[in-house]
T-cell receptor
Framework: AQKITQTQPGMFVQEKEAVTLDCTYD???????LFWYKQPSSGEMIFLIY??????QNATEGRYSLNFQKARKSANLVISASQLGDSAMYFC??????????????FGTGTRLTIIP | NAGVTQTPKFQVLKTGQSMTLQCAQD?????MYWYRQDPGMGLRLIYY???????DKGEVPNGYNVSRLNKREFSLRLESAAPSQTSVYFC????????????????FGPGTRLTVL
């Protein structure tokens, strides 16, 4: 079974509109973390935002916020007032506690977001 | 402070050839990772190293070997390249006890685009 599911392969959004990128996850570990990364066309992976499983409030970082619904196992990324520079691939990832103390990430398949002027 | 560096940036191999992808980080991180990225499949973990001297298999280790040469360097070797190994390869590092950052935040190198003919 997929641990991280991103059901939107691609999205087109008008500039200045808000956009929600979906992410659902599956884990039995009570302690986990959810990450969103951005990959622009240049190829690098950029960390955007993080939500811990025990965090009481939804994470926010500037125009990015994470709509965390623990019971539904979803961690959607919301980008407010989208800009042309937001056009990129977006990946949701989950960290579960491993036996070795390192923190492996499992990635979803990504959503390609295109902002239309 | 270069972060995570990878060499080479691009490589074309013939089936059966061998090569080593190099990765180095200057952030004094304990954990390092190798991923491959294929269209529609997100990033999949090949191998990881929780600390100097230890390595372990990820989701797709077949056809690869790794060496954690020291704390800074983590190399990925293809002994006999196959067309199925055509992909973009990313190296990443993280510090399980990173101060001030979400636990497990991974920093990525710029990637190596490998084509096997």
């Amino acid at each position: 079974a997929q641990k991280i599911t991103q059901t939107q392969p691609g999205m087109f959004v008008q500039e200045k509109e808000a956009v929600t990128l979906d992410c659902t996850y599956d884990t039995s570990d009570p302690s986990y973390g959810l990450f969103w990364y951005k990959q622009p066309s240049s190829g690098e992976m950029i960390f955007l935002i993080y939500q811990g499983s025990y965090d009481q409030q939804n994470a926010t970082e500037g125009r990015y916020s994470l709509n965390f619904q623990k019971a539904r196992k979803s961690a959607n990324l919301v980008i407010s007032a989208s800009q042309l520079g937001d056009s990129a691939m977006y990946f949701c990832a989950m960290r579960e506690t491993s036996n070795f103390g390192n923190e492996k990430l499992t990635f979803g398949t990504g959503t390609r977001l295109t902002i239309i002027p | 402070n270069a972060g995570v560096t990878q060499t080479p940036k691009f490589q074309v191999l013939k089936t059966g050839q061998s090569m080593t992808l190099q990765c180095a980080q200057d952030m004094n991180h304990n954990s390092m990772y190798w991923y491959r990225q294929d269209p529609g499949m997100g990033l999949r973990l090949i191998y990881y190293s929780a600390s100097e001297g230890t390595t372990d298999k990820g989701e797709v280790p077949n056809g690869y070997n790794v060496s954690r040469l020291n704390k800074r360097e983590f190399s990925l070797r293809l002994e006999s390249a196959a067309p199925s190994q055509t992909s973009v390869y990313f190296c990443a590092s993280s510090e399980p006890l990173s101060g001030g950052l979400p636990l497990g935040t991974q920093y990525f190198g710029p990637g190596t685009r490998l084509t096997v003919l």
